[in-house]
């Protein structure tokens, strides 16, 4: 069978003519304007599909929001009052007839004592001609529609009408209530075969009343007396094929209203013989004829209208009279007559249910069907606006007090840490203590300040960089400042003071700031040439002379180290070989740095030895500058070319070339003591003479052996030739 | 149908001299208390309000930042994608005042192009010691554009108002992005940290 569902997704207040798919071939003479209209119903859905597919894969889902509605709808009792609100519900199916007499009795009936707020009225086979089941003519709905609007008494507006083929509603309301409706809309469900019964299917209309929802459909169900499962499956099919789209994209369906009513020819029958039913009519035996009747047993088994309720009947059978005449069919055919006509009802449960005025049906005797109608009593829910706007606030307020509380949140034992003085070379490490004061986990780390992309300054380590908390765990964080040969440049040369700001960031919470502070105990390692031969005095505590002023030919500090050696170790076996003690290395290093006398301090000549190593290991820059230092590897091979490039050194690092090779020179003549070879002190010297940039892709890996000896082999050349210098 | 609205969700930043009452505002609006003693802000503080005007309701995440001039090269990382700043000084102080117009004039030139920002004179309840006039506060406010009002947060006074204020200046466009402007934690190297998302998806 085919399925033509096409939904009005826009929340229109006008009659959307729709256009029924045509599946028919052409030669029913179908005309382009149908096939394009038919087209365009087509492409309407597809929109339609898209749109929703767009709207569930959205990412940005405001779910804050839609938690907000949710619990407003929960507290809706808070904030509405209930005023009672009548329903007047109608269907009549028309047999293809037109208007032609006064719809008075049914819709004006003077045994209705008050006047509806709402009137639904459905038409079953208003148009029957090939028009309005091939091209989707809707122009037969128009005179209906308005000797309906001829027959309210009193000051009514139209909301809404839809039609599917023959199948029309109409909901009108007192002019009054317009403006509290909203979200108006409708949707079309079709079944059965088209073209061979005349369509069926169902019409609906949806809106909110005030603050109460309401639903309802109209719908005209296949016909003859065996076909019950056929209703049965068309209830269903249409109940599950008529959705609404809000605005925002949400799916209702039929069931999602406070109140749904459900009206139309149903066309139940009642499965008796023609002559007993027609006798029971005749005695008002309506009582024992329902119990007969389809749609009660049907509903009765749960087999068809789950959870609807009927009001009770307490009149004659609608269906089939002989047009014009008080007299069931008198045809060949005899149909048997039936309740065809209905009105049904199902209350959420959360709503309160409808009171029954009245179910009747009305005496006009243009089609084969009575009309029928059913009035309720709705209590209709009314916004007090101030409540709910306090209701709303309310909500809202506790939502950002959970969400504040749910923040975590920490304590720590220091937002400064002053490290106060550092030595070089001599890690320090201060602790301090987070505590998770919140009452959800905390998740913390450290986090770079902006555009920046480390945590800290390279001097400093932070452990661990990003950890977590359950409430009230407490976790020790270490931060270490450390100052090598690569970091000393910053306070040696550059003159910057140690300090920085960590930024510990709490996830989805605050942040700490935490500041580092400390003093830098200038020293002569970690340095440059160039800067030391500017520090005449101590370069502990003191400042570098103006760069117009004389400076030292070679640093101070080189001078005093060599000097000791000169005097107190040139005989002193193992002289360079064998290692310092670190700590007397310490006390040394302190002594450059301060200018106090080596006298105060005691000490092995294999420190002072190892300290001169280490000096000029710990220079930023070495003896022969890293941009020479592939010439100086080119050149080794050949005694004149590395005379040639130490003659092209900038005028300090020369002189301290000279100055120690010189005092190497003079070291070897005592190797009848020292036991020292000139192999021995190029290779040993040529690694702290010699090496390539920290930032050079050579300095990754340990030199090839064929590179340490090119460096040697430099070194080596001057040690030998004495007049090479 | 009334209140049935959108929330739009707005990053506001506070920023001013230290001990102005930055986080005693804050406070006073989100807890709805005071503080004879509040502690100095050493970092930044989050947290979350929401306001509900006549047709619209919308949500500060506000951050509240440390006032201490040593701190004021990080602000930037919290004003910047900030739809809102309010700028507070005390009046009892032309310094803090003073102050206030260098933040303004930072928030101009390196804030949000369309950026709110409200100066609140704040501790209107130690007027009797006030050094910064109303007129003059007004008349700079104007000439610059900015709410302004004076505030206390000790006795509420336009406390709620201003953040309203604000609430109501603020453009309610339909890409003012839902969700948290706050920092995700992604996982990083020591020293080698990757670049911090900022909020708001600068």
């Known amino acids: 069978m085919s399925d033509t569902t096409t939904n009005n997704n826009s929340n229109s207040s006008v009659t959307t003519p729709v256009t029924p798919l045509v599946l028919e071939d052409e030669n029913r003479g179908v005309s382009d304007e149908a096939i394009e209209a038919s087209l365009d119903g087509l492409k309407h859905n597809t929109l339609k599909t898209s749109y929703t597919v767009l709207n569930t894969n959205n990412p940005h889902i405001d779910v804050n929001t839609q938690w907000i509605h949710n619990k407003l709808k929960e507290k809706e009792p808070e904030y509405t009052e209930k005023k009672n609100m009548s329903i007047f519900l109608g269907t009549w199916n028309v047999n293809g007839k037109k208007p032609s007499e006064p719809l008075d009795l049914w819709l004006k009936d003077p045994q209705m004592t008050i006047q509806p707020d709402i009137y639904a009225i459905g038409f079953q086979e208003l148009d029957l001609t090939a028009e309005a089941l091939l091209l989707g003519d809707t122009t037969r709905s128009l005179p209906w529609e308005q000797h309906i609007l001829s027959s309210l008494q009193g000051d009514y507006v139209k909301l809404l009408s839809r039609q599917l083929v023959g199948i029309l509603l109409c909901v009108y309301v007192k002019r009054e209530h317009k403006p509290h409706i909203t979200n108006a809309m409708s949707d079309i469900a079709a079944v059965g075969i088209m073209g061979m019964m005349g369509n069926k299917g169902g019409v609906a209309i949806r809106f909110s009343f005030y603050n109460t929802t309401i639903c309802i459909i109209n719908s005209h169900l296949n016909a003859h007396l065996d076909n019950v499962l056929r209703r049965n499956q068309d209830m269903r099919d249409i109940a599950k094929n008529i959705k609404f789209i809000t605005d925002d994209g949400k799916t209702i369906n039929i069931y999602e209203h406070d109140q749904l009513f459900w009206i139309g020819d149903l066309n139940y029958r009642i499965p008796l013989p023609d002559q007993e039913v027609k006798d029971r009519i005749k005695k008002k035996d309506f009582y024992n004829l329902f119990l007969q009747d389809q749609l009660y047993t049907q509903m009765k088994s749960g087999s068809a209208f789950e959870g609807f309720q009927e009001p009770p009947i307490s009149f004659a059978p609608t269906y089939k009279y002989d047009a014009g005449t008080d007299e069931y069919d008198s045809s060949e055919k005899k149909r048997t007559p039936a309740w065809c006509d209905r009105v049904l009802w199902k209350t959420a449960k959360t709503a309160e249910n409808v009171g029954i005025l009245s179910y009747r049906r009305h005496e006009l005797m243009t089609s084969d069907h009575r009309p029928v109608s059913a009035s309720f009593i709705i209590k209709i829910k009314i916004v007090i606006p101030e409540a709910k706007s306090r209701v709303y606030q309310d909500i809202v307020k506790e939502l950002d007090k959970k969400e504040n509380d749910s923040m975590p949140d920490a304590s720590i034992s220091s937002n400064m840490v002053d490290f106060e003085e550092i030595k070089f070379m001599t890690p320090v490490t201060r602790q301090i203590v987070i505590e998770n004061i919140g009452q959800v986990i905390a998740r913390f780390q450290f986090i770079p300040k902006l555009d920046e992309t480390s945590l800290c300054k390279p001097w400093l380590k932070i452990s661990p960089i990003a950890g977590m908390m359950i409430p009230k765990e407490k976790i020790m964080l270490e931060l270490t400042i450390y100052v090598d040969n690569l970091t000393s440049q910053a306070f040696n040369v550059n003159g910057e003071s140690m300090d920085d700001i960590l930024i510990l960031h709490l996830e989805n919470g605050k942040d700490y700031f935490i500041s580092i502070s400390g003093v830098f105990q200038k020293t002569c390692f970690g340095n440059t040439l160039e800067n030391l031969v500017r520090y005449p005095h101590p370069i502990r505590n003191n400042i570098p002379i103006p760069s117009d002023q004389k400076k030292l030919s070679i640093p101070k500090e080189l001078w005093r180290i060599v000097d000791y050696i000169y005097y107190n170790g040139l005989k002193e076996e193992g002289l360079f070989i064998e290692s310092g003690v670190t700590k007397e290395m310490e006390l040394i290093r302190d002594c450059l740095d301060s200018g106090e006398p080596f006298t105060n301090i005691t000490f092995s000549i294999h420190s002072m030895a190892e300290t001169l190593i280490r000096f000029l290991e710990s220079l930023v820059e070495p003896v022969i500058p890293f941009n020479m230092y592939q010439q100086a590897l080119d050149a080794s091979s050949s005694p004149v070319s590395c005379k040639t490039l130490v003659s092209h050194l900038p005028a300090v690092n020369y002189n301290v070339f000279f100055y120690l090779i010189s005092f190497l020179i003079e070291a070897l003549s005592h190797n009848q003591e020292n036991k020292l070879s000139p192999d021995q002190l190029a290779i040993i010297f040529s690694t702290v003479f010699l090496r390539p940039s920290p930032l050079s892709p050579q300095s990754q890996y340990p030199p090839e052996a064929a590179i340490v000896k090119k460096r040697a082999d430099l070194i080596l050349h001057f040690l030998i030739s004495k007049d090479l210098l | ?202």
Not at chain 2, 61 to 89: C, F, K, N, S
């Open chain 2, 1 to 202: 149908m009334n209140n049935n609205n959108k929330i739009f969700q707005f990053k506001l930043v506070l920023l001013g001299e230290a001990a102005v009452g930055k986080s005693s505002l804050v406070l006073r609006f989100v807890r709805g208390h005071f503080l004879d003693y509040q502690e100095s802000t050493i970092g930044a503080a989050f947290l979350a309000q929401t306001v509900c005007l006549n047709d619209t309701t919308v949500k500060f995440e506000i951050w509240d930042t440390a006032g201490q001039e040593r701190y004021h090269t990080l602000a930037p990382m919290y004003y910047r994608g900030a739809q809102a700043a309010i700028v507070v000084y005390d009046i009892r102080s032309e310094d803090s005042f003073e102050r206030a117009i260098k933040w303004v004039k930072e928030l101009q030139r390196q804030g949000s192009p369309n950026i709110v920002i409200a100066l609140a004179g704040n501790k209107l309840d130690l007027a009797a010691k006030r050094k910064v006039e109303t007129a003059e506060a007004q008349q700079y406010a104007e000439e610059n554009g900015l709410l302004f009002m004076e505030t206390s947060a000790k006795t509420a006074q336009n406390v709620n108002e201003l953040f309203v204020e604000i609430a109501k200046k603020l453009p309610k466009t339909p890409t003012t992005r839902p969700g948290s402007g706050r920092l995700p934690i992604t996982p990083i190297d020591n020293n080698a940290a990757k670049k911090k998302t900022c909020c708001n998806g600068n």
